[in-house]
């Protein structure tokens, strides 16, 4: 008990540690190769937070929890958006890009959207039960190439005038360098954090259901979570939104439809319709705050907090 709260104390250390050397490294990155930092955002820094999450996916279905896939993937959008991105606005206002409005939060809502039409069988297809099956997932594959188009076109951008003559904090060896050292601590401290506080519930008595809805979910998006405001703390928006709007992204296609193209159909048997209805709601929320003033400021932060905390009193409850 003692270790695991020293190991779970290590792990906590890792992960702001390891966020604060990545997001130096990936915001030198993108002064290096002269591409926005929002660039950087969608792709190093979201994919590389959502590695926990792809870990437990893969885990999960080859052993059959097919349960765990869809509520990991769910879970971890609605906490991204609602309580992660609404920490990180409560710390400090989050300037959004009017090319963020146009192009990147409408592609997050039509993804997120697409796996709950996909999910929905009974309701909109007629079937017998709802499931994910391998045409799903090679559908959501696919849309996952238009995003892939996306940031392609991204990178031949031109920089925008403001970072024309930015000279970059380190040299390009120096920046990825911390942005793998950065990547490992958050991973590994992820995988301390989550595993100590799983024995230490487990030794206090807590239910498995308890420890599924707190530790796990809450565990796989630390990395998004500290990542995301040590960006918000360092001015670094760009990367903050880039973060969560590529990481939800890539939770949905990467996450959920890799695992599934491989091992095949899921059909989970215990989610509730409250979990797909929160999954496109905080996506529409987001675009919303986001459309209207181009930000999300401390009123708004505060709204998201308020409703995460009503939809998981709601699960714990029921």
Do not use: H, W
Request: aromatic content about 8%.
């Amino acid at each position: 008990m003692i270790l695991n709260i020293i190991l779970l104390i290590v792990g906590f250390a890792l992960l702001i540690k390891g966020a604060d050397f990545f997001v130096e490294g990936a915001s030198s990155t993108a002064e290096n190769f002269k591409v926005s930092k929002m660039l950087i955002g969608l792709t190093i820094i979201a994919f590389g937070t959502s590695a926990p999450e792809f870990a437990v996916s893969v885990s999960a279905l080859a052993s059959g929890s097919t349960d765990m896939v869809l509520g990991n993937v769910i879970g971890s959008c609605i906490l991204n958006i609602l309580l992660i991105l609404g920490i990180a606005a409560l710390i400090r206002p989050i300037k959004i890009q009017d090319n963020t409005v146009r192009k990147e939060l409408p592609l997050c809502m039509l993804i997120s959207m697409l796996l709950v039409v996909l999910f929905l069988d009974v309701a909109l297809a007629g079937g017998s039960v709802n499931q994910i099956t391998r045409a799903d997932a090679i559908v959501i594959l696919l849309f996952f190439t238009v995003f892939l188009y996306y940031l392609i076109t991204l990178a031949k951008q031109k920089k925008e005038k403001t970072e024309k003559n930015e000279k970059p904090k380190f040299t390009l060896s120096k920046s990825l360098l911390l942005v793998l050292l950065g990547l490992a601590g958050i991973v590994i401290g992820s995988n301390f954090v989550v595993d100590n506080a799983s024995a230490i519930a487990g030794a206090i008595g807590m239910s498995e259901r308890v420890i599924a809805l707190t530790v796990i979910a809450f565990g796989t998006s630390l990395p998004e979570l500290v990542t995301t405001v040590v960006a918000a703390r360092k001015g670094e928006q760009e990367l903050a939104v880039g973060n969560i709007i590529g990481s939800n992204i890539f939770n949905i296609c990467i996450v959920l439809g890799v695992p599934v193209a491989i091992f095949g159909t899921i059909t989970p048997v215990s989610f509730q319709m409250i979990d797909l209805i929160m999954l496109i709601v905080s996506a529409v929320l987001l675009f919303a705050f986001s459309a209207t003033t181009r930000k999300i400021n401390r009123v708004e932060a505060v709204a998201m907090l308020a409703l995460f905390c009503v939809y998981y009193g709601f699960i714990l409850i029921v």
